[in-house]
């Protein structure tokens, strides 16, 4: 039998202080033996230039996020506000996922990709550090792919906003 982890108040007071700081929004897929897997995150950052990397933590090391992990490549997608539904479905266990109309295509290497997002980077891991019940991932970024700048999606306060998009910023 597993034991459900207790919160601390510790932790209970980290999950608020985060609720209320802003954090950018990304689908993060992969294709696994079973089919494409994808989930919604918003712990992604860039860690260094040289080698290109980035670095996101996942909750659970199963379903999608399992998958994920066990994956030799996958894609991170940096969304805006267009997508914030398909964010949303990405964040719900079960939604239907990687439909034609929600434009998800394939790439040549076999990910799932979503082309209208801001920026997707293909990745590898490097590596993975279990923390508690979540797995931070580093990753090698491979390959850089452009897609649509649109108004940018913050996750904050358990609801995604759009942000004002002004290229003069």
Request: aromatic content about 4%; overall charge negative.
């Amino acid at each position: 039998m597993t034991t459900a982890l207790v919160p601390t108040p510790v932790g209970e007071g980290l999950k608020a202080a985060f609720r209320t700081h802003p954090a950018g929004v990304a689908i993060i897929t992969a294709n696994a033996p079973d089919g494409p897997v994808g989930l919604t995150a918003s712990s992604v950052a860039s860690v260094a230039v040289d080698p290109a990397a980035i670095v996101f933590s996942v909750t659970r090391a199963t379903g999608s996020a399992g998958a994920i992990l066990a994956a030799d490549s996958f894609v991170v997608h940096l969304i805006d506000d267009d997508h914030s539904a398909l964010a949303q479905t990405f964040a719900v266990s079960g939604s239907e996922r990687f439909t034609t109309e929600q434009g998800w295509a394939t790439l040549p290497t076999g990910e799932p990709h979503l082309a209208e997002a801001r920026v997707a980077l293909r990745c590898r891991p490097i590596q993975t550090v279990p923390v508690g019940s979540s797995t931070v991932v580093i990753a090698e970024v491979l390959e850089v792919l452009p897609g649509t700048a649109g108004r940018p999606l913050v996750y904050l306060d358990r609801r995604f906003h759009p942000l004002p998009h002004d290229t003069h910023l």
